[in-house]
């Protein structure tokens, strides 16, 4: 069965420091690999979307990288700020028609 | 340029009533999606549209109708609420079927069944 782990599912930082979560997935045949990232109460926003052939990707202070052999992908957030208080969601999209398996999300915290 | 919305942002049913969500894009695009989020869970596909006059059923279609009679409205239709779609509902568009097109998203519609 398609499927997309994240962990951890919270994460509390301070204000400044940097921070990785994690994805893990099994779909397959595998299309492309998004990240996104939902704040309260609003819908997702994509950062990066990355192909079978990227193995890492920037948007500002978010690098995404993918391995694809181990089915392993990781957001890297540098220098977090509190509007980084967010969940972000690892999305994995299959070769066939509209299927995008949606992981359950990291909560992430920035406390001043 | 007001992106994808969606309407009513937020609503409160008894179970056996209809209703229908509302959801319009601005930026031409030719497909759109119905998304639900359950707490702990990924979102869902409800039910997508590739074009104008087209749709189709995604993982969890039952209990749910969809028409796009107009290429900027995708529409969600409950005909008889259960609590069990007590959720928050998404919509999205995207441009032409590339594999790499970003999804954007609305701010969502939570509804709530009695």
């Known amino acids: 069965k398609n499927q997309v782990e994240q962990s951890p599912q919270s994460l509390i930082i301070l204000e400044g420091k940097n921070c990785t979560l994690q994805?893990?997935?099994?779909?397959?045949?595998?299309?492309?690999l998004r990240w996104y990232k939902q704040d309260t109460g609003r819908g997702p926003v994509s950062l990066t979307i990355m192909t079978f052939s990227e193995n890492t990707k920037s948007n500002g202070r978010y690098t995404a990288t993918l391995d694809a052999d181990t089915k392993q992908s990781s957001l890297h957030i540098t220098a977090s700020q509190l509007s980084d208080s967010a969940s972000y969601i690892c999305?994995?999209?299959?070769?066939?028609?509209?299927?995008?398996?949606f992981g359950p999300g990291t909560r992430l915290s920035v406390l001043p | 340029n007001a992106g994808v919305t969606q309407t009513p942002k937020f609503r409160v049913l008894k179970t056996g009533q209809s209703m229908t969500l509302l959801c319009a894009q601005d930026?031409?695009?030719?497909?759109m999606y119905w998304y639900r989020q359950d707490p702990g869970m990924g979102l869902r596909l409800i039910h997508y549209?590739?074009?104008?006059?087209?749709?189709a059923k995604g993982e969890v279609p039952d209990g749910y109708n969809v028409s796009r009679l107009k290429k900027q409205n995708f529409l969600l239709g409950l005909e008889s609420a259960a609590p069990s779609q007590t959720s928050v509902y998404f919509c999205?568009?995207?441009?032409?079927?590339?594999?790499?097109?970003?999804?954007?998203f609305g701010p969502g519609t939570r509804l709530l069944v009695l």
């Open positions: 999305v994995v999209r299959d070769n066939y028609g509209q299927n995008f398996v």
């Open positions: 999205a568009s995207s441009d032409r079927d590339t594999r790499q097109e970003t999804q954007y």
């Open positions: 994805c893990n997935y099994t779909v397959s045949p595998f299309s492309n």
């Open positions: 549209s590739v074009g104008e006059g087209t749709t």
């Open positions: 930026m031409n695009h030719e497909y």
